[in-house]
């Protein structure tokens, strides 16, 4: 064997492995021969759903964190409802905790009644204790088992701003699927749906009519469950692998020590990563909790954003011009560890370039933070005006998302793993940081007093939680043994 030969069978042997690697910490193989379409925001997402739902003849599967009793989320339910009572199969998905208002207002009453088929993902039940915190936060659409659409965009007007209250459109992005990775979407909303009640029951398709893609696309599409972790596996995978760039989008950074060291690791060895976050979030306490982790990755060299305008919701990565992730999940543990998520990470050059391209945009609209002065401080880039009618807003009309439950309880993990690294000492706090912590440590003290004064408030609450828990899992237990009990009587009654 010649050295040529030699060196290229072990670059077959490392491909190999790395693909064995990635098959198995995303729980997904690469499946190649696929059509692949970048969409951005909901100026191109919104109106891809509407036709691919108004050209259905079959059968329309949606999964779906959020869905609105808005403007949109009315419209997309009047197409739902038209396709229904035209024979279409319907089926749909939806978060109980996500859509609580919805859900319990009878939003989607006027679907069933058409004839679609509605299931709520964990329905709202105190006897479930801590499983009530993990949520379906996907957001997928299937139509006619033929194209998908992954993305980190819910079907509420939110996304699209409001002009007249000087609200610009969120920044997000998503993707249509064709090919033969839909049928993972597809078997991805079936085991979601049968953890719902009876399993979904689907008529074989023929694919012998479907032209193959001019340029085909090799993807993974990546449907993480509660404690399998796919997708944190993969994004440290990706840090890890990552040698010249590492570009990262997200609405809700939390990321653990694990993989803060990643990317610091990443940095100091010379890959470009750079972070794109909100400059302010739905979720309050976002931008505080998320500023606490700036300085140790600035000083590794990781370089930071804040987006300008009013949110960005985008959960995107693209690694070394070749390798791109956009999907639901965010770099918290909510995601990678409670939540159902569906990601897809695509394997292509012209996708990865394209979304490179859109990531230098996207830096355009915002600010960078650097570390100034003699002690080195996490700081804008440039000065901000601050938009005092909009902050005065903001305190007058608390965001839509701090309403929901489910928002309070993301919230509380990522503000507890930012006082994890004070109280465990994980690492040092600067003094630059004394702003968040000074208002994360003043709320808590507010809240001891009150605890202090009114112990009643916790007292009660809590009381009700640990007898309705201890309830219903006495009852849980009581009815195994008596199942248990009647196995033991049927195979008794068996034996001659």
């Known amino acids: ?13 490392i491909r190999y492995l790395a693909d064995q690697a990635f098959a198995r910490s995303a729980g997904a193989p690469l499946t190649g021969g696929n059509q692949v379409e970048l969409l951005f925001d909901s100026e191109q997402n919104f109106p891809a759903w509407l036709s691919a739902v108004d050209g259905a003849t079959e059968s329309i599967l949606i999964e779906m964190y959020l869905f609105s009793d808005d403007a949109f989320g009315r419209r997309m339910r009047a197409a739902l409802i038209d396709k229904a009572r035209a024979g279409v199969r319907v089926c749909l998905l939806y978060d109980a905790l996500g859509c609580w208002r919805e859900h319990l207002w009878g939003f989607f009453k006027p679907l069933r009644q058409a004839g679609a088929e509605v299931r709520a993902y964990n329905p709202i039940n105190p006897l479930r204790g801590l499983a009530l915190l993990g949520r379906n936060h996907r957001k997928l659409f299937v139509v006619d088992r033929r194209q998908a659409f992954v ?5 509420s007007s939110r996304w699209e701003g409001d002009p007249a209250k000087h609200l610009s459109p969120w920044r997000d992005t998503g993707v249509r699927l064709i ?3 839909v049928e993972e979407a597809v078997a991805a909303f079936c085991d979601s749906w049968a953890s719902c009640g009876e399993a979904l029951r689907l008529p074989p398709r023929s694919t012998e009519s479907e032209p193959s893609p001019q340029s085909p696309v090799t993807v993974r599409l990546i449907a993480t469950t509660p404690t399998t972790a796919h997708m944190m596996r993969l994004d440290l995978l990706i840090a890890s692998f990552a040698r010249k760039s590492l570009w990262l989008t997200d609405a809700y950074f939390m990321g653990t020590s694990l993989y803060l060291s990643a990317l610091k690791q990443a940095a100091q060895d010379g890959v470009d990563v750079r972070l794109l976050v909100p400059r302010s979030s739905d979720i309050g306490w976002i931008a505080t909790v998320s500023r606490t982790l700036y300085r140790p990755l600035l000083e590794a060299g990781v370089r930071v954003f804040e987006w300008n305008g009013q949110m960005v919701h985008a959960k995107s990565a693209v690694a070394d011009g070749r390798w791109a992730r956009i999907g639901s999940s965010n770099l918290n543990l909510s995601s990678w560890l409670t939540n159902r998520e569906l990601d897809v990470a695509i394997e292509d050059a012209e996708i990865a370039t394209a979304m490179e391209v859109k990531f230098i945009q996207d830096l355009g609209q915002a600010t960078e933070i650097v570390l100034k002065g003699t002690r080195r401080r996490p700081a804008l880039s440039e000065p901000r005006d601050i938009d005092l009618a909009q902050s005065v807003q903001q305190l007058i009309h608390p965001s839509a998302a701090a309403r929901h439950a489910s928002a309070a309880a993301r ?6 793993d930012a ?9 040092p706090v600067e003094s630059s940081e004394a702003a968040s912590f000074l208002s994360i ?7 001891a007093l009150l605890v202090g004064f009114f112990p009643y408030l916790v007292a009660v609450p809590l009381v009700l939680v640990l007898a309705i828990s201890g309830c219903g899992i006495a009852l849980r237990a009581l009815g195994l043994m008596w199942q248990r009990h009647q196995r033991r009587h049927e195979q008794d009654k068996d034996l001659p």
Do not use: N
């Open 441 to 447: 440590g003043l709320f808590l003290l507010a809240l």
């Open 151 to 155: 993305s980190g965009l819910c079907i």
């Open 419 to 427: 006082l994890g690294a004070v109280v465990r000492g994980t690492r």
């Open 179 to 181: 090919g033969p990775v």
């Open 1 to 13: 064997m010649t050295e040529f030969q030699s060196a290229e069978s072990d670059a077959r042997s």
């Open 411 to 416: 919230q509380a993990a990522r503000i507890s």
